[in-house]
Nanobody, 124 residues
Framework: QVQLVESGGGWVQAGGSLRLSCAASGRTFSSYNMGWFRQAPGKEREFVAAIYWNGESTWYTDSVKGRFTISRDNAKNTVYLQMNSLQPEDTAVYSC?????????????????WGQGTQVTVSS
């Protein structure tokens, strides 16, 4: 069992930055692949970024490449999402998720555990 708690969301003007954190409980965090997803009002949840259990590989959706960076610190049981050059279209609830399966990390169905989410609002 893994419990995930996100933090770091908030309000920011366009062009600004935020860093999201996802703290995990349990001693097996380092064995999980981690992902960030977001859901805007009236839209389906979409993949944002993912990282292997050992941090050696990362993936991003095209719209955030070059602006967002996913990273992890297994010693702190935490995964991060650094978000730069934020735009109004990035406004959403951001959730982290954990998966034992290393395949199809862009697919939300791959993930076993989810956090409750943190709101990110970007104003123009």
């Amino acid at each position: 069992q893994v419990q995930l708690v996100e933090s770091g969301g908030g309000w920011v003007q366009a062009g600004g930055s935020l860093r999201l954190s996802c703290a995990a409980s349990g001693r097996t965090f380092s064995s999980y692949n981690m992902g960030w997803f977001r859901q805007a009002p009236g839209k389906e949840r979409e993949f944002v970024a993912a990282i292997y259990w050992n941090g050696e590989s990362t993936w991003y959706t095209d719209s955030v490449k070059g602006r967002f960076t996913i990273s992890r610190d297994n010693a702190k049981n935490t995964v991060y999402l650094q978000m730069n050059s934020l735009q109004p279209e990035d406004t959403a609830v951001y959730s982290c998720a954990a998966s034992r399966d290393a395949g199809a990390l862009r697919d939300s169905r791959t993930y076993d555990y989810w956090g409750q989410g943190t709101q990110v609002t970007v104003s123009s």
